[in-house]
Structure formats: C-alpha cells, structure tokens
C-alpha cells in the first residue's frame, strides 16, 4: 500500500480527498495519484480563494476548477508523452545524430501544433481571427483597426481568449 502525501497543515485535508477522488474519475492509477496530488497541492498553494473575483462562487467549486485544469494538463502531457516515446521508438543500436535531435524538436513543435489546432476548433470566428493574428505577430492595435473596433474591446477580447486557453490548459503557450 502507498504511503499517503502530508502537507502539515499547509493544505486543508479535503483538498487533498478531493485531488484523490477527481483523479480516479479521470482514470488516473493508484501509483500516479501521488504524484498528480503533489502537482495540484502546488497549485493550490499559489491561488488564494477570493469570493470577489471568483464572481461569487464557493470555494468548493473554485478548487475543482483548479484542480480539473490541472489533471487535463497531466492527462494532455501523459498523452503526448506516450505519443512522442512510442514515435522516437526505433532499434536501440540506432544512433543519435544531429538530424535525429532536430526531428525530436519539430516533434515537439509538432504537438504544440495539435494542442492550438485543437484550441483553435473550440473558438469563435472572431476569436480565431484575433489568435491568428497575434500568431502573425500582429499588436493589438492592429488588429482591433482591421476589425473596426476599439484598443480596448480587443484588448478585453484577448483577455477572454488567454482566459480560455488557460481553461483548456494550454496557458504555457501564452
């Protein structure tokens, strides 16, 4: 049997059932528990719950928002690391040259490709038309006189759309 996590008193303990409990709803094993609860203890410890800025929501609700971002996180880099082992598997007696290395960085180019793919298909047409174009590596300024719109209503449509991709947990691309 698996020795349990403590935290000493720097978390609440029904934070920590509730990690433990989500995690095996997302179909995470017994020996990856641990490390997932440790992952999201983390995160937890660096949000403070503010009923004001949650829009009014408990704090229940908060921390399995938080907690859900970050098991769709693990599962997404489980995923894409099962992915890229079983692409990278080849004959042992193979060696590593510096073309191979280059290929395993677009790999990872590549995956970062699919996650914003992915991301993209869940927006508005307007949304995606303001993610390509800071893509492109235009100012949000320039888009917001292509669209017709104010500096500040883009400036809070792209604070919507960080907010989104920070939901599906994609936020390190930001």
């Known amino acids: 049997m698996l020795r349990k996590n403590s935290y000493g008193g720097l978390i609440e303990q029904w934070k920590v059932k509730m990690i433990t409990t989500r995690a095996r709803r997302y179909g995470f094993s017994e020996s990856e528990i641990q490390d997932i609860e440790q992952r999201i203890v983390m995160e937890l410890l660096k949000v403070d719950f503010d009923p004001e800025l949650t829009g009014g929501a408990k704090e229940t609700t908060f921390v399995i928002e938080v907690i859900d971002r970050q098991m769709k996180k693990a599962l997404r880099d489980k995923y894409r690391d099962v992915r890229r082992a079983n692409y990278e598997a080849g004959p042992l007696d193979d060696p590593i040259t510096e073309h191979t290395f280059f290929k395993m960085h677009r790999d990872e180019r590549f995956e970062l490709l699919i996650d914003l793919k992915r991301a993209m298909a869940g927006l508005s047409a307007v949304e995606r038309e303001i993610c390509e174009g800071l893509m ?39």
Do not use: C, F, N, P
């Open 136 to 174: 492109r590596g235009d100012t949000q300024a320039e888009i917001a006189r292509g669209k017709k719109r104010s500096k500040a209503a883009m400036s809070e449509a792209v604070k919507r759309l960080r907010e989104k991709l920070r939901k599906w947990g994609i936020d390190d691309y930001i």
